[in-house]
């Protein structure tokens, strides 16, 4: 009799610590690397676990517990397949060392998971134009003139895990580039009113390194490339003709703050370097928010 009430004990404690996994689940894979977000789960290295399918509820996987960080572990896949979504199960292997701790919907870190999202953003643009002009007795001068403005930027981006802190983000967007001022001398188209308008679509490519991982408001640095299409365009402080495509060095910083487990608001502060030439330089302060989810 007590060792029937000793196996049922041991096969109830099993069956419990198997369901309370069933919280945490695959985030993303790369290869037979496994991110999993823990949801509030201890686990050690070397733990394996079964992946579950939560469509049929069937194992179709087993990996081993590779990297612990906190509230996110990086997994190897021993058997099967792996996919986003997946939960997992304790392999009876590492029951007796398993434990659960109480989690809420945010408590992974949403920078664990690859996200797709709109940004929308308000641009302070700066260009300083060197223009050659002949004044009244037939001399070739230069003058300079620093103009400034204000823009508006709409875009999509999508984010993608490189390993559980670095992420690469690919974004195209639809920029204002319009910046104006004035001139000492009529030197822009024969004016003192000096202006440059130019409506881009953007590529964006930057890398993005998290370095507080928290659950709700994970934080990071950055820096990319970007290439600007001109779509329209007019001035008087540059030659319009010239304007084509543009590059830019991109660098940054932002916050995510978690609104749900699949969900967050980004808040971005960027800052766009053109290339300078002999006769232009610009730049552009961008502050950038949106919304961001995962499937």
Not at 3 to 31: E, P, Y
Not at 267 to 274: A, E, K, S, T
Request: charged letters at 10%.
């Amino acid at each position: 009799m007590l060792l029937r009430l000793t196996v049922l004990a041991m096969a109830l404690q099993i069956l419990f610590l198997s369901t309370v996994a069933w919280s945490a689940m695959v985030s993303a894979t790369r290869g037979q690397q496994v991110l999993i977000v823990l949801e509030g789960l201890s686990v050690s290295i070397g733990d394996q676990f079964y992946l579950i399918n939560p469509a049929s509820q069937k194992k179709v996987g087993l990996v081993t517990i590779q990297q612990v960080k906190g509230p996110k572990a990086v997994a190897i896949l021993s058997k099967g397949r792996a996919q986003m979504g997946f939960t997992l199960q304790t392999h009876p292997s590492n029951a007796a060392n398993t434990k659960s701790t109480n989690s809420d919907s945010t408590s992974a870190p949403v920078a664990l998971r690859p996200q797709y999202g709109v940004l929308v953003g308000f641009m302070q643009n700066m260009m300083t134009s060197n223009i050659s002009y002949t004044n009244e007795v037939g001399s070739l001068l230069t003058s300079s003139v620093s103009m400034t403005g204000n823009g508006y930027s709409l875009g999509g981006f999508y984010d993608y895990i490189l390993n559980p802190g670095l992420f690469f983000e690919g974004l195209i967007a639809y920029e204002q580039f319009d910046v104006s001022g004035s001139s000492s001398t009529p030197i822009c188209s024969s004016s003192t009113s000096c202006n440059a308008q130019i409506n881009y679509l953007s590529l964006y490519g930057l890398l993005k390194w998290y370095l507080d991982p928290s659950p709700k408001r994970p934080w990071w640095i950055g820096g990319g490339l970007a290439s600007m299409f001109a779509l329209s365009k007019s001035a008087t402080a540059l030659n319009a003709s010239d304007i084509q495509v543009s590059r830019a060095l991109i660098f940054g910083g932002g916050m995510d703050f978690a609104i749900s487990k699949n969900s967050y608001v980004p808040v971005i502060l960027q800052y766009n370097l053109f290339p300078s030439s002999p006769t232009v330089s610009a730049s552009s302060l961008i502050l950038k928010t949106g919304f961001s989810f995962s499937f």
